[in-house]
C-alpha cells in the first residue's frame, strides 16, 4: 500500500510516498544545526527516543546514529504513513531533549530528508554508512568509541 502526499504539499514533502514493506533512510537536523547532541544528556535523551521508537510506532529500527546537530535513522516501515513516524519521533525527542536540558522550544527543523531504499541496495551496507558518521566527521577513531548509534546486527 502507498500513501502520497497531495501534490500541494511543502516542496521537502512533494512526491512522497509512504510505502508498507519498504526501508527508509532518514536524516532530521536540529534547528540552526545547533550541537544539541554534542551535550550527553541531550544525546542520551534523544538516543532514548530512537530505541524507544520501534515500540511506539509501526517500523522496525535497523540503525541508526545521533550526531551533534542530525540523526540518521534506517529502518522498515511496517504500516501507516512515513510522515506520521517522523513526527511522533521528532516530538518524543522533543520533549525528552527539554527536560535534559532544562529548556522549552523547538529542537528540529521543519521537515527531514528520506530516501527509500531500493532493492539491489546492501541494507547492511547502508548501517555501516548509518553508524560510520563519528568516524567520518573526526569525532572518533573507531564506531565502538562513540555512544549514540545502534544497528540490528549486534
Known amino acids: 500500500m502507498q500513501d502520497c502526499d497531495r501534490p500541494r504539499s511543502h516542496r521537502l514533502r512533494s512526491g512522497r ?7 527508509y533512510l532518514v536524516t532530521a ?3 540552526q544545526r545547533q550541537s544539541l547532541f554534542a551535550h550527553w544528556d541531550a544525546g542520551c535523551a534523544c538516543a532514548r527516543a530512537l530505541h524507544a521508537a520501534p515500540y511506539e510506532s509501526t517500523i522496525t529500527s535497523l540503525a541508526w546514529v545521533v550526531m551533534p546537530d542530525h540523526v540518521h535513522w ?12 517522523m513526527q511522533r519521533f521528532k516530538s518524543r525527542a522533543a520533549r525528552a531533549v527539554n527536560v535534559a536540558r532544562g ?10 530528508h528520506d530516501h527509500a531504499v531500493r532493492l539491489e541496495e546492501d541494507l547492511r551496507d547502508l548501517a555501516r554508512y548509518v553508524i560510520a558518521n563519528p568516524v567520518r566527521a573526526g569525532l ?6 562513540y555512544p549514540f548509534w545502534d544497528a540490528a546486527w549486534l
Request: proline share 3%; charged share 30%.
Open 17 to 23: 510516498c509512504s510505502e508498507r514493506g519498504r526501508i
Open 103 to 112: 529548556k522549552r522550544g523547538a529542537v528540529w527543523q521543519a521537515g527531514y
Open 140 to 145: 572518533v577513531h573507531r564506531v565502538g568509541e
Open 74 to 85: 534506517l529502518f522498515s516501515l511496517d504500516d501507516g504513513p512515513l510522515d506520521r513516524v
Open 29 to 31: 537536523v536540529t534547528l
